[in-house]
């Protein structure tokens, strides 16, 4: 069990966070050791390896609520597949633009609308919700800004905005795929999968390796299309959470 003071949390919710990782070494017993926990912690999530129902039960037990199913996945950029023939046509119009100035950032942030991420267990925690998920997510984008430790992409189609990537940047030309997403003036319109198939050719040119990235089944949409372009499952989460008060 690794136990994590999400601090950084405090902002975003109000509350002192503490963030849980099981392993398969854990047992029931091994929960006890949160006990002093539920009277330090505001809210507590746990991240609970696939297959171990008996420590899900448990953590129920407890008073902990099931959030999500977490699939963490990768690609590997250097045998990315050629474009699809039925996406080639929209991909080959799709640009980028990496975002350097603070005003470039500020009026990408104006484009993320408050409903445009509400799949994710913040979104979907009757505790937390959409606003707080929406703030959540423009101050990790700023963080990420101003560390000098990000890849922020921005997406036109025929001089429309159409999307954003946020990346980290880890080693060996190495990214995670923080946050993804075409803009809601967009979507139904058949572009999503021609934005993250051309931003793969786009990565591999500028010299990039693999892209790992996290997805909700609550988010079957992202699923599908992480599948399509070439994401592969690598691990398989169950998330909880417990409010203490």
């Known amino acids: ?9 405090q902002r975003n919710f109000n509350k002192k966070v503490l963030e849980v990782e099981l392993d398969d070494d854990d047992s029931n017993d091994s929960l006890n050791d949160l006990a002093d926990d539920y009277s330090s912690y505001d809210y507590i999530v ?23 199913t977490q699939l963490e996945m990768t690609m590997n950029l250097l045998k990315i597949e050629e474009t699809s023939r039925f996406t080639k046509a929209i991909s080959e119009q799709i640009q980028f633009q990496t975002i350097e100035t603070i005003e470039c950032l500020e009026e990408l942030l104006s484009n993320i609308d408050k409903d445009l991420f509400v799949t994710d267990r913040v ?3 009757p505790v937390l919700g959409t606003d707080l998920a929406h703030m959540r997510y423009h101050n990790w984008i700023r963080d990420g800004f101003l560390s000098g430790n990000a890849l922020i992409i921005e997406a036109t189609f025929k001089s429309q905005k159409i999307g954003f990537f946020y990346f980290l940047k880890r080693k060996d030309k190495t990214l995670d795929a923080v946050l993804v997403s075409v803009y809601k003036k967009v979507r139904r319109k058949a572009i999503g999968l021609s934005f993250l198939e051309e931003i793969r050719s786009w990565l591999a040119n500028e010299g990039y390796t693999r892209v790992n990235t996290k997805v909700s089944t609550n988010n079957l949409e992202a699923l599908r299309a992480n599948l399509f372009v070439s994401f592969e499952i690598r691990e398989i989460y169950y998330i909880l959470r417990k409010v203490t008060r």
Do not use: N, Q, T, Y
């Not at 069990?1 to 949390?9: C, G, L, N, Q, V």
């Open 46 to 68: 746990a991240k609970v390896p696939k297959c171990r129902m008996d420590l899900v039960h448990g953590l129920e037990e407890s008073g902990f609520r099931f959030m999500e």
């Open 123 to 125: 979104s979907l925690d």
């Open 1 to 9: 069990m690794k136990k994590i003071d999400a601090f950084w949390e």
